[in-house]
């Protein structure tokens, strides 16, 4: 396949085209295909540095093919890709190695030879010093979560995509994990781009909401909310009524304003 094209976008690199310098992400064109199907099929998107990015859409719409070809693990693709150098990704399940200790997973893959302390730093960053010397499998879901996001912040990225990565968490600590993710977006200014299958997390924690399908990005609205955001907020409500209704889901006021047949 044709053209494939991973360069620097951050303000500050080397060899920045400079026509791009106020994006953080940069796709035109980008086409990606299994088997002679089009899972993404000319999608063009931008994200802006610092922005905070949130993808939503249906099951096996192409989410996880657009952050694995951003996060360049995939280069079979048609169109062009512009992002930062400097990119973290973090999935859903933390992949953590487990014969390896926790300060050793969060150092791995780097290059050059770091030291112990870059890794205590990002897990004090997250909160996890105290397992520093812990092996994977003595961690909570949550803790290994932690775990994740902290690899990915010792690489300082300029993107970091986050792929579900609170899927797998019970209701509070997910909740505990997204302010986490708030503060680390707000303290490292980074963009981030996050793919998930939860509305209100969208709503809670993005600049922008996107909606994919039939491998574009079919809607995009702007978060106008202030933060901290509450669930309250009636305008909070209206966002996520809306985004429910391009996902294809009715929320529910809507159902129960439908006539009901007559017996
Ligand atoms: N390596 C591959 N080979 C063949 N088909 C693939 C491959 N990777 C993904 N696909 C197909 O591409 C489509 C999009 O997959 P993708 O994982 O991007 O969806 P998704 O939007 O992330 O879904 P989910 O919300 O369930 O995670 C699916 O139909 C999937 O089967
Ligand atoms: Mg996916």
Sequence with gaps: MATDVHRPVTPNAPNTPTTHATSAVRVEG????????????????????????????????????????LAGLDRDIEGTVLVPRRKAVAFQAPRLMPWKRVWRNVLLGLKGKPERGVAERAL??????????????TLSGGEAQRASLARALVREPDLLLLDEPFGALDALTRIKAQRLVDELWQRRGCAVLLVTHDVEEAVLLADRVLVM???????????????????????????????????????????????????
Aim: charged content about 35%.
């Design 30 to 69: 980008l086409t990606r295909s299994f088997d002679g199907r089009a899972v993404i099929d000319q999608l063009d998107l931008d994200v802006k540095p610092g922005e905070f990015v949130a993808l939503l859409g249906r099951s096996g719409c192409g989410k996880s093919t657009l952050l694995r070809i």
């Design 124 to 137: 004090e960053e997250v909160g996890l010093k105290h397992r520093t010397n812990a092996w994977p499998k």
């Design 213 to 263: 399908d039939e491998g574009v990005i079919a809607y995009e609205t702007e978060i106008d909310l202030d933060r901290p955001r509450g669930i309250s907020d009636p305008r909070f409500a209206e966002l996520r009524a809306e985004l429910l209704k391009r996902l294809g889901v009715d929320a529910p006021d809507a159902a129960e304003a439908e006539p009901v047949a007559a017996a």
